[in-house]
């Protein structure tokens, strides 16, 4: 009985997972590594350990890029750190607009962001656009490994 309950956990884990990929508030991937952890010791032998350390070397490197990403391509569009603060702020803000606040937040706090600090509107705009590729890309990414391990969850339970 013990095993269906810590399955089931996994399984909710997972879902969790993937919608933290997408709220920054939660941290999606290493919910659904949790999740396959679960689903290693608990699971019929599904998932090997080699796919065990594969998903966790993928959990950290994402992890970290999704930190790093978003400051990186900022600058490399020339952005300040008032752009970098101006997207997270949007970011957040954007969450009580979803969909499309999560989409356009970044985008325009950023834009927001560099704005104030630089007053010029197509340098503004330039930052505002790497600010929000980075966005997608981390996200994109942080979605692709969550599902995947959302999958492997469910291999192993069912």
């Known amino acids: 009985m013990l095993i269906y309950i810590l399955l089931f956990v996994a399984f909710l884990l997972a879902l969790i997972g993937i919608v933290g990929a997408i709220v920054p508030a939660l941290p999606g991937p290493p919910l659904s590594f949790v999740a396959l952890l679960i689903a ?22 994402v992890s970290v890029f999704d930190y790093v990403a978003p400051v990186w391509l900022t600058r490399l569009g020339g952005g300040s750190k008032y752009a970098v603060w101006g997207s997270t702020v949007g970011l957040l803000v954007g969450l009580f607009f979803m969909p499309l606040g999560l989409l356009l937040g970044p985008l325009v706090g950023a834009f927001v962001g560099e704005l104030w600090h630089n ?12 600010s929000f590729i980075a966005f997608l890309l981390t996200t994109g990414l942080k979605l692709i490994l969550s599902v995947v391990m959302m999958a492997q969850v469910i291999f192993a339970t069912f």
């Open 119 to 130: 007053q010029q509107a197509g340098k503004a705009v330039c930052v505002a656009m790497m």
């Open 40 to 61: 290693y010791f608990c699971g019929d032998g599904e998932i090997t350990s080699t796919t065990l350390l594969v998903m966790f070397a993928l959990t950290v490197v």
